[in-house]
């Protein structure tokens, strides 16, 4: 059997879905994948449980505009940082396509790793290995098939539920979402729809979508022959040692592929790899391992199909396309260095109050003065408590502004970030030919290791602009 390479095998003629049941398969790349596949689950899984400096380990804290990651808590104005992080990542795997192709799709991809390592999983639990699989599928609806789909999707849902919640750990919070749990569901509506409506996603995707997602959607997939090239690696078919493949020459000419296509059968995406490199093949390396028993089985060399380059030259990582990326990488990881390293203890930023711009009160001694109202959003960025002296500078005291703050000195504990008020009161006669506007600064006291840190900021005053 040959597959057509310019037709979707996942659908027939009319453009109905034809469902993939691809073999079970045994073999190096497939022990490898498995470990790795476990690891990474157990990551996902246990990631949101754990916590660094009494931060959960990753909190995506989207209502709040927070964001802790590995110990460090971003807020909204970290924006630059997160913007170094999230380029080195895409630039990262940019780099690694260009490289080693898709194994990015086939070894790590959360929509490979929960098919095969957890939904077709529960499959083969329950409904046993391919054959049996597609027999059930094709069989009557009796009580043997009603009970192995019950089972199947009634793990299914269990498993949608689980890797929902988990999912959604990461941004409510670990705790938050336990807390939630443990109350009726009309006590936090609106997240209990979010997590249901991420459950029926996940169902979808992974239980009866899956590699369509692939082939139809993925926004990553769609761009990879952007980033390959004919010296990139990819799961390749050795055309010269595998053609003509049994039954299509004589005995005596026929080439190393015994046309068992075992290769077709093993494949999640349905595709038959000795047509060429496919937009389809997500690099799973099912087919290699498919493809390397057989070989030891008619007692020829494995490697018919292997990971290798288009133009079969070596694997160089000094090509100008990956020295491109490793430098744009480099300048992003120096730029989310530098970010890192002049972070300011704490972040600050002086707004005016609400409300009317200035008002008349009377001082202590019954004089009516100007009153402004202020207030400091301050976050502590540092990793122990801070205590912050709020003052303005002694030229603007000297003309007799004074500054009236309700706690002064502050002090914040880790991470903690507070709405800091105060006033400040101008004698009247200071905005005289100012056009209402008296231009002065704000400081803030603290310590650093031990080291005495001044941070000061522009001051607006206002009042009358007629004096
Ligand atoms: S062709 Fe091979 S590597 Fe590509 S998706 Fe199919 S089985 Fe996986
Ligand atoms: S598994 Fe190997 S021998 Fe069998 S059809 Fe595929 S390429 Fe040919």
Not at 45 to 58: D, E, F, V
Not at 327 to 356: C, K
Request: aromatic share 12%; proline share 5%.
């Amino acid at each position: 059997m040959t597959l057509d390479p310019s037709k979707l095998t996942s659908v027939d003629e009319k453009g109905d879905r034809l469902y993939i049941i691809p073999a079970e398969v045994r073999g190096y790349y497939k022990k490898h994948r498995t470990w790795i596949h476990a690891a990474l689950l157990a990551v996902f899984m246990l990631l949101p449980w754990t916590s660094i400096n009494g931060l959960q380990t990753i909190w995506l804290n989207i209502p709040d505009r927070e964001f802790a990651l590995f110990g460090v808590l971003f807020k909204s104005h970290d924006a630059p940082l997160i913007f170094f992080l999230l380029g080195a990542a895409t630039l990262g795997l940019a780099f690694v396509t260009s490289i080693w192709g898709r194994v990015w799709c086939g070894w790590a991809c959360p929509q490979t790793v929960f098919i095969e390592s957890v939904f077709r999983r529960i499959e083969q639990w329950t409904e046993g290995n391919y054959i049996e699989r597609r027999r059930l599928r094709e069989a009557p609806m009796d009580f043997t098939r009603i009970r192995k789909q019950g089972t199947k999707w009634f793990l299914f849902v269990v498993a949608s539920l689980i890797i929902a919640h988990s999912f959604m750990a990461y941004f409510i919070g670990a705790k938050n979402i336990v807390a939630m749990m443990q109350l009726p569901p009309s006590e936090n509506f609106t997240y209990f729809l979010l997590v249901m409506a991420f459950t029926a996603a996940i169902l979808f995707d992974f239980a009866w979508f899956r590699e369509q997602f692939c082939v139809i959607m993925c926004p990553y997939g769609r761009i990879q022959s952007l980033l390959l090239d004919s010296k990139s690696k990819a799961v390749l078919y050795d055309v010269k040692r595998g053609e003509p493949r049994k039954g299509t020459a004589p005995a005596e000419k026929v080439g190393d592929c015994v046309a068992c296509n075992r290769c077709v059968q093993v494949c999640p995406t349905g595709i038959d790899i000795r047509n060429g490199l496919q937009m389809e093949c997500i690099g799973c390396t099912a087919c290699i391992d498919a493809c390397d028993e057989i070989m030891a089985k008619v007692k020829k060399p494995q490697g018919l199909i292997r990971y290798d380059t288009l133009d079969g030259s070596k694997m160089k990582l000094t090509r100008p396309r990956s020295m491109a990326y490793m430098i744009t990488i480099g300048i992003m990881i120096a730029g989310l260095s530098y970010a890192v390293v002049t972070r300011e203890p704490f972040h600050w930023t002086p707004l005016r109050g609400a409300g009317l711009p200035y008002s008349y009160v009377k001082d202590e001694s019954g004089v009516e003065v100007i009153s402004n109202q202020f207030k400091i959003h301050i976050q502590n960025q540092e990793r122990q408590e801070a205590t912050y002296k709020l003052s303005l500078p002694q030229d603007i005291l000297d003309r007799g502004v004074r500054l009236t703050v309700g706690e002064n000195p502050l002090t914040l504990k880790s991470e903690e970030g507070h709405e800091w008020y105060f006033f400040v009161r101008i004698p009247q006669d200071l905005f005289k030919g100012q056009k209402g506007k008296i231009k002065t600064r704000v400081q803030i006291e603290t310590t650093k290791d031990g080291a005495p840190l001044h941070s000061e900021k522009e001051l607006i005053l206002l009042g009358p602009g007629d004096l």
